[in-house]
Each structure stands twice: as structure tokens, then as C-alpha cells.
């Protein structure tokens, strides 16, 4: 791995965080725009490239929890070995001395097994060679669980700019520069959130799982939208919508940042008005409220619809045959599924003799409840945990 990546033009390996199982489909999001050599990879997938790669895989990426930068690689077989390698970083070409940094380390099957211990030595390396305040990290993991350092999505609340993750591997240590700050599902359009809403980030893979890509000029449906997640993220994604165009991102706080670069990269934020309409009703009145003002916020309420009803009422649009997808009520703990199998089965009834010509996807976190609707499911995908709870993706063909 190239060891300085602070040049734009020396490519560096970039890590897209995907949300585990989603691998493939991000890997095909990222190959889709055009970054040079997705591959897929435990807990994401990485691409080649220099830092306008970093901020544009942060601005485009509908799939991606966050992107680490790979800064640094280097064998360290002791603490002293870790120290003296960690101040050959160049760490006054990406950091600030002004911004804090926060550092992380996690070791597996390695001789420097204290992850504390590193971390502190990466910290000194940073704060001597560049002088940059240091932020105290929370304790961390050792063994097995370090592997939540590249696979699972860090929802603790960034109360600093920058934070670097070391990960000491086989011991093969790797320093990256987390370029994100907040998780990427935070778009900067949905301040109102309802019971259970779906993370933007998988509302994008799992609609691309369906074959939806915003290219193909079809409606999409969600009757059961809650905060309205899949069709204002479908009707983005029709438009042309870049997903961090309202947001800002660590990397603007890096010693790198070119803001002439970056508002040339973010362009203009025109949408493309879509051909079709994206539609999504509750029977909760509050749920469809908090839907029309996230849409206007996203700017897409021109070509969303939210209407206040239950699923028992749903009727196609006057459209051409689409994609229902929806993410209905879970059973969280053990045996509480039963009492959905009602909601469930009456759902598949309505799609079944109403949508004719239409795909089907559920997101359900049990087995039963899908089966319940009777809908005829092409194999089930994998499973992926949505805010703790594992659910799964059931998928139809085109419905007769
Ligand atoms: C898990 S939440 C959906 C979350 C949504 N995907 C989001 O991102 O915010 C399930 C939704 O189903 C709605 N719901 C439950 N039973 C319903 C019914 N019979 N008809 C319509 N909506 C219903 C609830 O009001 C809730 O908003």
C-alpha cells in the first residue's frame, strides 16, 4: 500500500464501510460510479484512489456507512516499533493542528494485543509530530469484537472532527482516516423521524437489491412509510440527487481540503425532474406528516406523494406498473411475530390482487411473518441488522 497518500496524484486504498451482508451490493454501487477497483471485502469494499475520490465516494455513494482513507501501513511487532513507524506518518499533510483527533485502535491475532496501549502510542505520535489536541477514546476492544471496526457502523455521537482508526492485524498495523464524521445515512434532510425508520444507507441497498437504480423510469411504492425513508430515497435517486449534497463531512477539516475542488465536485445540486412519481401512505397521520416535510427538505416534494391510510386501502397509482417495498411492523422480541401474522397475511392478500404487474419487496426480520403475507418470494436475501434488529429482504418477480 502506498504510504503517502497526501499527494493527489499517488492513489491510496479508500474502505467503503457497508453494512454487513451488503457487501456486493455496495461494491456494485461503487463499480456503478465509476471508482477504480471495487472489491468486495469483509464489512465493505475497497476502491483505489486520491482524496477528490474520498470526497466524492462520501458526496455519491447511496450505500456507504462511511469511507475510511488508508492512510499508513506498516509492520509493528512491539509498542516501540508501533511508536516509531507511527511518526513516520506525514501527519501535519492530512491533519490540523487546530482540529482535534480522536484515535481508535483495535488488535487481532497480533503481538501488541493492548489496544489502549496503542492507541496512546499513535495519540503521542500525533500530538508530538504535529501538536493537534488529542480527544481520550472511549475503552476498546480486543480479539474477536475488533473486528466492528471495519464491519459495523459506529453510531456513538462525534463530538470531535476527525478520528483516525488503527487496526493491528496479524500484526500488520493500517491507520485510516475516518473522512465521514457522522454516519452517512445522516443525509441532513430527515429531522423527523417515526417508530423503526429504515437507515437511508440500507433503504438504498435494498431498493438497488430490487434492481432499482433511479435509471429505470418506474413508481415506487411504500405503504407502510413511516418517515417516508425508501421514497424520497428512490425519488433522489430518480432525480440525480447526490446524497451528501446538504451535508458537511470530516474531511472538510482536513489539512488537505480544497474547497475550490469540492464545490466544483458537489456541482450545482439540479435535480432532474423524474419521469414518474414515488408514493408512500401510513396509516399513522403523524408518519405521513413527518414524510411530506423530509421530502421537502430533500427536495423531492414535487414527485412524492404521501397519503394518510392503511395498508387495507391501498390502491395502484395511475402508472405504469412499479415496485412496492415495504418494511412493515417487526416483531422485536421472541413470539411477538405471531401477532402480526394478521397485518402480514392481509397485506400480501391486497398486493396480490391489486398490483398485478408490480414487484413486491418486504423487509422482515422473521421468516413467519413473510410467509404470512403469501406472496410468491424468489429466494430471501441476506440478513442484515437494521438499528439491532436482524431483518431480511423478501423479493417477488413481477407479480401476476
Ligand atoms: C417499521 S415502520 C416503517 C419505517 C419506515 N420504513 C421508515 O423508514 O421510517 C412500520 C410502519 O408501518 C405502519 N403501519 C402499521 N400497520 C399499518 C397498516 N395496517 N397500514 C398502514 N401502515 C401501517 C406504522 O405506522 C409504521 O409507520
Redesign the pocket.
Known amino acids: 500500500m502506498n504510504t503517502d497518500p497526501t499527494s493527489p496524484a499517488q492513489p491510496f486504498e479508500i474502505f467503503l464501510v457497508a453494512a454487513p451482508g451488503l457487501e456486493a451490493v455496495l461494491c456494485a454501487e461503487a463499480a456503478d460510479r465509476g471508482f477504480t477497483d471495487p472489491t468486495m471485502v469483509k464489512g465493505g469494499v475497497t476502491v483505489t484512489g486520491g482524496w477528490p475520490e474520498v470526497w466524492r465516494a462520501n458526496l455519491e455513494l447511496r450505500g456507504a456507512t462511511r469511507v475510511l482513507a488508508r492512510i499508513a501501513s506498516f509492520r509493528a511487532l512491539h509498542l516501540a516499533q508501533l511508536d516509531k513507524r507511527a511518526r513516520r506518518v506525514p501527519w501535519a499533510e492530512i491533519l490540523r493542528a487546530d482540529v482535534p483527533v480522536r484515535v481508535e485502535a483495535s488488535c487481532k491475532a497480533s503481538r501488541i494485543y493492548h489496544a489502549g496501549a496503542a492507541a496512546q502510542r499513535i495519540e503521542r505520535a500525533i500530538a508530538e509530530e504535529l501538536g493537534a489536541p488529542i480527544v481520550k477514546a472511549a475503552p476498546k476492544k480486543t480479539g474477536k469484537s475488533a473486528d466492528r471496526d471495519v464491519g459495523e457502523e459506529d453510531t456513538r455521537p462525534l463530538e470531535i472532527a476527525v478520528q483516525i482508526k488503527a487496526r493491528i492485524d496479524d500484526d500488520l498495523c493500517t491507520i485510516s482516516v475516518d473522512s465521514s464524521g457522522e454516519s452517512l445515512h445522516k443525509r441532513g434532510h430527515k429531522e423527523a423521524?417515526?417508530?423503526?425508520?429504515?437507515r437511508e444507507t440500507l433503504a438504498a441497498l435494498f431498493l438497488r437489491q430490487c434492481g432499482y437504480d433511479g435509471r429505470e423510469p418506474i413508481p415506487v411504492v411504500d405503504?407502510?412509510?413511516?418517515?417516508g425513508?425508501?421514497a424520497i430515497e428512490a425519488a433522489e435517486m430518480a432525480a440525480g440527487l447526490k446524497p451528501g449534497r446538504s451535508r458537511s463531512f470530516a474531511f472538510e477539516q482536513l489539512a488537505n481540503f480544497d474547497p475550490a475542488r469540492w464545490q466544483s465536485l458537489r456541482g450545482s445540486g439540479m435535480a432532474t425532474p423524474p419521469a414518474v412519481r414515488f408514493y408512500g401512505s401510513?396509516?399513522?397521520a403523524g408518519?405521513i406528516a413527518m414524510s411530506r416535510a423530509n421530502a421537502e427538505r430533500a427536495g423531492v416534494s414535487a414527485w412524492t406523494d404521501f397519503a394518510h391510510h392503511?395498508?387495507s386501502d391501498l390502491t395502484p397509482p395511475e402508472s405504469p406498473p412499479g415496485l412496492v417495498i415495504v418494511?412493515?411492523?417487526?416483531g422485536a422480541r421472541i413470539g411477538e411475530g405471531k401477532s402480526l401474522i394478521p397485518?402480514y397475511h392481509a397485506m400480501g392478500n391486497t398486493l396480490k390482487t391489486r398490483f398485478a404487474g408490480w414487484r413486491v419487496a418486504i423487509i422482515t426480520n422473521e421468516a413467519a411473518l413473510a410467509k404470512a403475507t403469501e406472496l410468491p418470494f424468489e429466494e430471501s436475501g441476506v440478513t442484515v441488522s437494521n438499528g439491532g434488529i436482524k431483518v431480511t429482504l423478501y423479493r417477488t418477480g413481477v407479480l401476476s
Open positions: 423521524v417515526n417508530k423503526a425508520p429504515m405503504p407502510m412509510c413511516g418517515s425513508t425508501f401510513d396509516r399513522d408518519a392503511a395498508i418494511n412493515p411492523p417487526y397485518l
